[in-house]
């Protein structure tokens, strides 16, 4: 049986839409105060207004994580109201379709400033509280693309890289502590994601239907982290099979995704 979350208090980044909100509510049902964190305040008002109706509360905090002092002002207010954080979930994030040709400095600058040093940001915030109050539990939501890089999300996937790179850090470095690192690998997930993805090419692209699962689905195996921590969750398990595939016989994947690009960008 999983940890009890009755009681906890979690920060949700991105809650405002998708995996986010979806997990947001989901801890929400599970008795979990919850701290719902992006720059949408309505949207952010809208996922409060429905955790109300389940019976619970729910802090919500407009900001935008790609700011160290924003983050740090939250996580602080977070401690000062519920006096602890037990769980982070860093979720907040978005994509870019561009080669990497296409891709200017300012892009990488503006990519890497939301998913990877929000985390960062975020992680550096609660630690000293989580250290002081002998646990906790850091959630990183990272991506099949963090695994292996797909063509024309080259800086996208970068992000996701570097967020795995100083969660296994963390992880080893936390041993001995009561403090988890947990890292999340969710594949095409029906959100949001791909409406507000910055395009910078001329085409089209439709993520794989095959390959994908409802924020439902991802925010589900993230709780059960939540309650059973472990360092990998793959909701989609098939996933496992690029991942593999990908560590032993690269060339194989390039061939697959050499044609499956040329059939899927318009
Ligand atoms: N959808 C997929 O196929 C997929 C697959 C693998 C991994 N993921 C990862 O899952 C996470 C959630 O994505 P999703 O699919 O749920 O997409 P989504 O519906 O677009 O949600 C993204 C969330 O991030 C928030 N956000 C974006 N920039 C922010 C900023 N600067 N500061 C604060 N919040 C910010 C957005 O809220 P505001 O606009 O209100 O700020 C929104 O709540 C992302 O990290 C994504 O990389 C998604």
Same mark, same amino acid.
């Given at each position: 049986?999983?940890?009890?979350?009755?009681?906890?208090?979690?920060?949700?980044?991105?809650? !405002?839409? $998708?995996?986010?909100?979806?997990?947001?509510?989901?801890?929400?049902?599970?008795?979990?105060?919850?701290?719902?964190? !992006?720059?949408?305040?309505?949207?952010?008002?809208?996922?409060?207004?429905?955790?109300?109706?389940?019976?619970?509360?729910?802090?919500?905090?407009?900001?935008?994580?790609?700011?160290?002092?924003?983050?740090?002002?939250?996580?602080?207010?977070?401690?000062?109201?519920?006096?602890?954080?037990?769980?982070?979930?860093?979720?907040?994030?978005?994509?870019?379709?561009?080669?990497?040709?296409?891709?200017?400095?300012?892009?990488?600058?503006?990519?890497?400033?939301?998913?990877?040093?929000?985390?960062?940001?975020?992680?550096?915030?609660?630690?000293?509280?989580?250290?002081?109050? $002998?646990?906790?539990?850091?959630?990183?939501?990272? !991506?099949?693309?963090?695994?292996?890089?797909?063509?024309?999300?080259?800086?996208?996937?970068?992000?996701?890289?570097?967020?795995?790179? +100083?969660?296994?850090?963390?992880?080893?470095?936390?041993?001995?502590? &009561? +403090? &988890?690192?947990?890292?999340?690998?969710?594949?095409?997930?029906?959100?949001?994601?791909?409406?507000?993805?910055?395009?910078?090419?001329?085409?089209?692209?439709?993520?794989?239907?095959?390959?994908?699962? !409802?924020?439902?689905?991802?925010?589900?195996?993230?709780? &059960?982290?939540?309650?059973?921590?472990?360092?990998?969750?793959?909701?989609?398990?098939?996933?496992?099979?690029?991942?593999? +595939?990908?560590?032993?016989?690269? $060339?194989?994947?390039?061939?697959?995704?050499?044609?499956?690009?040329?059939?899927? +960008?318009?």
């Amino acid at each position: 049986m999983g940890k009890n979350l009755e009681g906890c208090v979690a920060i949700v980044t991105g809650a !405002s839409s $998708g995996i986010g909100r979806e997990t947001a509510l989901l801890l929400a049902k599970k008795g979990v105060k919850v701290a719902l964190v !992006s720059r949408r305040e309505d949207r952010l008002k809208d996922v409060s207004r429905e955790i109300n109706e389940l019976g619970a509360s729910a802090l919500i905090m407009p900001m935008d994580v790609s700011d160290q002092s924003q983050v740090e002002r939250m996580v602080e207010r977070i401690v000062e109201q519920f006096g602890r954080v037990d769980i982070l979930v860093n979720n907040a994030g978005f994509g870019q379709f561009a080669s990497i040709e296409e891709t200017s400095t300012g892009d990488l600058h503006e990519i890497f400033g939301v998913n990877f040093m929000g985390t960062f940001y975020a992680i550096k915030a609660v630690l000293p509280h989580m250290r002081k109050q $002998g646990n906790g539990h850091i959630i990183n939501i990272s !991506s099949v693309a963090g695994k292996r890089g797909f063509p024309f999300t080259g800086a996208y996937c970068a992000t996701k890289f570097a967020m795995n790179a +100083i969660s296994e850090a963390l992880r080893i470095e936390l041993s001995g502590t &009561k +403090i &988890k690192v947990s890292l999340v690998y969710p594949v095409t997930t029906k959100t949001e994601f791909f409406d507000v993805l910055k395009n910078k090419t001329e085409q089209r692209f439709q993520p794989p239907e095959m390959f994908s699962q !409802s924020a439902y689905q991802v925010a589900r195996a993230i709780v &059960k982290c939540a309650e059973n921590p472990s360092p990998e969750v793959l909701p989609f398990p098939l996933a496992r099979f690029l991942i593999v +595939i990908n560590a032993i016989a690269p $060339g194989v994947l390039d061939y697959i995704l050499r044609r499956y690009y040329k059939s899927k +960008i318009k």
